[in-house]
């Protein structure tokens, strides 16, 4: 990979599977200061600029499609060389009426021409690498994108390091060339089986079990062999494990445990919602479907403290018009101590786990957990639990609401 960033042009393709790890993995290089001082040796004399875009299907729709990809690397480029705004489009600098070129939205021919004349510019003292994820959550075809990208990464001023889970359609287009490919399961069994041991030999009943080195080394290689370099599967599975040791299960018991377990991630997510305790399938339906609508809407304000909202959406069951009722409150910090606690213990139930709360707010475990929950069938499963005429932008639309009338000093 060094090797590619400081030499070579040309697409460098990392693959893995969901919760593998590999959206961390790209934000850590693109903002690496190794990653930047190699790109600035193979630009070298010229400047290097670094644009990124991360694809996310839940998003909106410029997260998830071609105009929001090739908008957001022609911002982060200007935003480094506003020098480049009236060689790259001099249709809207040149325009005398700035005003009314300044307000018609961008269209992705006109995105797309800016793009060929950067890639087509040879004397330019300017060099580009993008870092592209998520390209497996690109609303569109992954033949076209696939192209589209390859063709970019022909100017000898432009080179691209993409993500994707390992499909056909990125694996014909990028993975051929071993060398400027990365599968992450190649590389982290070793952090996979150092996680694993760390997490069972924390637990209190781990060394009661008497294992000797054989025996413990076994179980932590079963568990990164079906990994599959998948780090959130590993982290179900253990806490599964620290269960059944807490239960006092023997090695037997242990090794069976593992076997039963779902070995996708979207398996596990059908097994923690069937877990759900039935008198909460209905609340639980609901908690989720609202969270996916919060994603697809608007970024939650961080002082609306969106981990309230499980506490107040269950109002809505007893007191459908509460938001307008509630009277006005004032927060201490014992008062929102206790709440938290609150929320996150009702949640836990309710969820158990695929929805969590971190910090001030609520969040998927994994954003595949998100995209498991858009298939066909699951919107069928979460719409049938939780009944007919639901309507989750409403119910945010109460909590926001109601929220007004909190106040924490």
Known sequence: ????????????????????????????????????????????????????????????????????????????????????????????????????????????????????????????????????????????????????????????????????????????????????????????????????????????RWSSLGLDVHEAQSLVEKIAGMASGVFLWVTLVTQSLRNGLTNDDTMEDLNARLDSLPKSLEAFYKQMLDSVDPIYHRKSANLLQMQMAASRIVHALPQMMPWVFALLHEREYTTPDYAIKMPHTTLGDTDVKTLHEQATRRLNAKCRGILEIKGVRMAFIHRSASDYLKTPEMVDYLQARGGEGYNACLSLLRAYVACFNMVVP
């Open 1 to 204: 990979y060094m090797k590619w960033l400081r030499e070579s042009g040309g697409v460098f393709w990392i693959s893995g599977k969901p919760g593998s790890g590999k959206s961390t993995l790209m934000k850590y290089l693109a903002d690496h200061a190794k990653t930047r001082g190699a790109i600035q040796e193979w630009a070298a004399p010229s400047k290097a600029v670094i644009a990124s875009h991360f694809f996310w299907s839940s998003g909106v729709s410029m997260q998830h499609s071609a105009q929001g990809l090739f908008q957001s690397l022609l911002y982060d480029i200007f935003r480094q060389c506003p020098g480049l705004i009236a060689e790259s489009c001099p249709s809207r600098w040149d325009n005398t009426n700035f005003s009314y070129a300044h307000k018609q939205k961008w269209k992705l021919k006109e995105l797309m021409e800016c793009f060929r004349i950067l890639q087509g510019n040879r004397t330019s003292t300017v060099r580009f690498c993008f870092f592209i994820d998520g390209l497996d959550e690109f609303n569109g075809d992954y033949v076209d994108i696939s192209q589209m990208l390859a063709e970019i990464a022909k100017s000898p001023t432009i080179k691209l390091c993409v993500a994707s889970r390992p499909l056909n359609e990125f694996q014909d287009k990028f993975g051929t060339d071993m060398s400027k490919t990365l599968l992450i399961h190649d590389f982290t069994k070793r952090d996979i089986m150092n996680h694993a041991r760390s997490r069972l030999q924390e637990h209190p």
